[in-house]
């Protein structure tokens, strides 16, 4: 492939996984965040890069000729309700300021995740369909939605080539850090640990999920589909499978754990109410002909082992 890659908030949950696959299949690839990695922990170059510092990412861009940049830096859905203003900056500015520093360079494609979080019970939240009505009321799923416009604008005037997939919650080995979805992969890393959990959402809640190895190759074959194929200017559903805390946990302890939950609901309750049960991906599947490996039981299974204790 050889694309030039720059990822920005490359030590978040998604980064490792997106650099092992495009490393593998020969791209370059900078990874910059504003945190510093631990020492030996980087397979690939690496910057310190604050994503507000347009003219950074500018110099950056032209110093390693880069023609794709995956913009992960944000702030979560859960985290974000604790500092709602901040999460507006840093979740818009990190977006608008990629997007100027990268008109009229080298740089031909941009990724941005969106997220359930922009959809709401005015959604019919049975199965959410690509194009409905959004109100999100999280300040995450509000500045997703912000972006979703951001991107339609640029794509439509022609001005940039951004593409975007709204991210259900996703099961990584990785940790998560401030999302509604995070008992996942919280669960799995108790359940290995042999130590119980306190979940913050009622049993039967039931949310949309995805092995992140599934995100990685819906997104990069996304990114590298011909722009003819992408039929809208905004962001693509992406679903894999359905789970709840309970199910999940069943799921954790038919391979062999005795994870034990109490169940104690917060906040998070609230933001899960509003958010999908299930999501309708067929424009994705359509459009870029892809399809899930990992059902729920195979990405418990696989992620559970990948974790270290
Ligand atoms: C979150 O829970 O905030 C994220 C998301 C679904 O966007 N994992």
Redesign the pocket.
């Known amino acids: 492939m050889n694309n030039r890659i720059l990822i920005i908030g490359a030590l978040g949950?998604l980064g490792g996984v997106f650099i092992e696959a495009l490393l593998k299949r020969g791209d370059f690839v900078l990874a910059s965040d504003i945190n510093t990695p631990k020492k030996d922990n980087m397979k690939c170059e690496f910057v310190f890069l604050d994503a507000l510092n347009e003219r950074k990412i500018k110099k950056i861009i032209l110093k390693y000729n880069i023609s794709q940049i995956y913009n992960f830096a944000a702030v979560?859905?859960?985290?974000?309700e604790k500092d709602p203003m901040t999460t507006w900056d840093i979740n818009m500015g990190a977006l608008l300021k990629v997007v100027k520093a990268s008109l009229n360079t080298s740089v031909q494609t941009i990724f941005w995740?969106?997220?359930?979080?922009v959809f709401s019970k005015h959604s019919g939240l049975a199965c959410v369909k690509n194009d409905v009505t959004m109100f999100p009321n999280?300040m995450?799923?509000i500045t997703?939605l912000a972006g979703e416009k951001i991107m339609s604008y640029y794509n439509e005037k022609g001005l940039m080539d951004i593409r975007s997939i709204?991210?259900?919650?996703?099961v990584s080995s990785t940790e998560?850090g401030?999302?509604?979805?995070?008992y996942v992969v919280e669960m799995l890393q108790n359940a290995k640990e042999n130590k119980p959990y306190t979940c913050p959402l009622r049993k039967d809640t039931v949310?949309p999920m995805i092995h992140i190895k599934d995100v990685v190759t819906a997104t990069l074959e996304l990114m590298g589909v011909e722009k003819e194929k992408i039929s809208t200017s905004g962001a693509y559903n992406l679903g894999s499978f359905e789970t709840s805390p309970e199910k999940w946990s069943n799921t954790i302890n038919s391979l062999g754990y005795s994870l034990k939950i109490t169940y104690k609901e917060d906040f998070?309750q609230k933001?899960a109410d509003s958010?999908p049960k299930k999501v309708d991906d067929s424009l994705f599947r359509r459009d870029i002909a892809w399809e899930p490996i990992y059902d729920e039981r195979a990405t418990a299974e696989d992620i559970i082992e990948q974790l270290v204790i």
């Open positions: 949950q979560l859905s859960a985290k974000g995740p969106s997220s359930i979080a999280t995450y799923g997703k709204r991210y259900p919650g996703v998560p401030g999302g509604t979805t995070d949310l998070r933001i958010w």
